[in-house]
């Protein structure tokens, strides 16, 4: 639990480290609003449709009685919306970073050159670093979508699917929000997705810890939007402590 909570303060510090720098924190947010006015489109396009796409998901259920049918429908429909509210946090979160490529590079590197910079940083051209991004979104992505499908089916069972599945979300939601986050700092030191995954298992419960928070700031109306900023600098602290590099000017 120690390490859980090192990891929600360094959502924090990041905070802490935008707040106190303005021009960070609007570089971080013009993306995040550009994304969030899509992903809006989506899930009132969702809402639409629900009731189509909850029949469909329960066809299994077509020849049961009226009664029972609606009841699987509706539980259906609610586990829809809230495993389309995960993929949608992780893939906002991949979406923002894409948009704001430059803008959270800035963040991430004005975070650590305050506290030493990067040993043999490796410099990326604007194409290629979108282009690495890209990929390994599509895959965090692809990750999602196959997490959450046992989610879909837990989701289903009376009372399990309302109180133990939305805090297993959570932790795989905070997971690849993590992994997503640290994407820019490690690309800064020439690492990769397979690269990020080995080193965050290496520190579960700081990168669960961290995770966790951005994922429940992120429920929160607007929460996406000014928590952006905050968590790209976290990620950078959270990337720096994983390579045993100085947090804090006092360790500098």
Not at 25 to 40: C, K
Not at 134 to 155: K, N
Request: charged letters at 15%.
């Amino acid at each position: 639990m120690k390490n859980f909570f090192v990891g929600v303060r360094f959502l924090g510090q990041g905070l802490g480290r935008v707040v106190r720098r303005p021009k960070l924190l609007l570089l971080g947010i013009l993306p995040a609003i550009l994304s969030l006015v899509l992903f809006i489109v989506l899930f009132v396009l969702l809402f639409k449709f629900l009731d189509g796409i909850s029949e469909t998901a329960t066809w299994f259920a077509r020849d049961w009685s009226a009664g029972w049918r609606e009841t699987v429908e509706v539980a259906a429909g609610v586990v829809i919306v809230g495993l389309s509210g995960l993929l949608a946090i992780i893939s906002y979160t991949a979406v923002t970073l894409l948009i704001g490529d430059p803008f959270y590079e800035a963040i991430a590197e004005a975070v650590e050159e305050d506290l030493g910079g990067v040993p043999n940083e490796v410099k990326l051209t604007v194409w290629a670093s979108l282009r690495r991004s890209l990929a390994d979104s599509l895959r965090l992505v692809v990750l999602t979508v196959l997490a959450g499908v046992p989610l879909f089916f837990l989701g289903l069972i009376p009372v399990v699917g309302q109180t133990v599945v939305p805090v297993i979300a959570a932790f795989v939601g905070g997971w690849f929000l993590t992994v997503e986050i640290v994407g820019i700092p490690f690309h800064r030191r020439g690492l990769r997705l397979p690269d990020r995954r080995r080193m965050l298992r290496q520190n579960r419960a700081t990168a669960l810890g961290f995770g966790v928070a951005v994922f429940c700031c992120f429920l929160i109306p607007l929460g996406a939007v000014m928590v952006m900023p905050a968590a790209v600098a976290g990620g950078s602290l959270l990337t720096r402590h994983l390579f045993g590099q100085p947090t804090s000017l006092s360790s500098a």
